[in-house]
């Protein structure tokens, strides 16, 4: 396989690593929501384009990460498995979150389905995976156990544990941003302010782990120099940090859109119960002036 300094754009374009298992998966679920948003239109209901359309970009990130020649190159070139790690496990999860899949299930299943899915919805496991005392330290074990243990040298061996560890990746990264985007129904609910603290203080992950490569004097596995090991925690580094702020200023303009409708909301409400109100007070009047009226007779 080329060395790392040979690695060209068109090597990345022309070279495929095609795997059984992600190939499946990406299959079976692609096609599920396609699916479902086909047969919640048989019934009548539109689905939003925008979020068909995030779903389908968060395949495309995998098919990108497992099939391109990150994949084929990602087990001789750190800075190439940075890049498929930030799609597996920072930008796939986002558009998944944003498309909404469980809410599409719930809508476009039969009523045995959807019961099922709300007990597993308020089940206590659901609780505990989706509360953030679980998902912050899953997120910070799952990205230093993997670089500082022995985890990532074997599944550069062996392509069983690779294909695991791809997937944890993208159940942590979807665990982890689904409280946080917030479209799905979940046991609980954070509020804004607490979503911003969340991804303000998950930003340090990435500050210590790409300086942590960066300053690495070792190779962490065979075949990996330590100039691409360096190249690729700094990716890592600005990667995440770069997101998190993204991520914090998108959850930030959320809370302000969500305050200004209530705020409309409210001012709606004042109206319509001060117009009541002063239609009240007019019959009120008109009542009283006809009773003085027939007194008066």
């Not at 239109?41 to 539109?46: I, L, T």
């Not at 243990?149 to 990264?173: E, F």
């Not at 917030?182 to 790409?210: A, E």
């Amino acid at each position: 396989m080329p060395a790392a300094a040979t690695i060209t754009p068109l090597d990345l374009l022309t070279r495929t690593s095609f795997q059984v298992v992600p190939a499946v998966l990406i299959a079976a679920t692609l096609g599920w929501y396609l699916w479902a948003v086909r047969r919640l239109a048989a019934r009548g209901r539109r689905w939003p384009l925008a979020r068909t359309v995030s779903y389908c970009v968060a395949e495309l990130f995998l098919a990108v990460a497992t099939f391109s020649g990150l994949a084929a190159y990602d087990d001789s070139n750190f800075t190439m498995h940075a890049v498929q790690h930030i799609l597996l496990m920072m930008l796939a999860p986002i558009f998944v979150a944003l498309a909404a899949p469980v809410t599409l299930a719930l809508q476009s299943s039969h009523r045995r389905v959807q019961t099922a899915l709300i007990k597993v919805l308020h089940s206590r496991v659901a609780v505990v995976l989706s509360s953030p005392l679980v998902t912050w330290p899953l997120y910070g074990a799952t990205i230093f156990g993997y670089y500082f243990t022995s985890l990532y040298a074997d599944s550069l061996r062996d392509p069983v544990l690779h294909d695991l560890i791809h997937l944890h990746m993208v159940v942590v990264g979807c665990l982890f941003v689904w409280p946080v985007i917030g479209i799905d129904p979940l046991p609980r609910r954070m509020s804004y302010g607490f979503r911003m603290l969340f991804l303000l203080l998950t930003m340090p992950f990435h500050t210590i782990l790409g300086m942590a490569l960066m300053s690495q004097s070792t190779r962490i596995a065979p075949g990996i120099g330590l100039t691409d090991l360096h190249t690729g925690g700094a990716l890592l580094w600005v990667s995440g940090e770069f997101l998190g702020l993204l991520g914090t200023m998108a959850v930030f303009g959320q809370w302000l859109r969500t305050e200004e409708r209530a705020a409309k909301r409210n001012d709606r409400l004042g109206d319509a119960a001060a117009a009541a109100q002063l239609e009240h007070w007019r019959a009120t009047r008109e009542a009283a002036a006809k009773a003085g009226t027939v007194l008066q007779a």
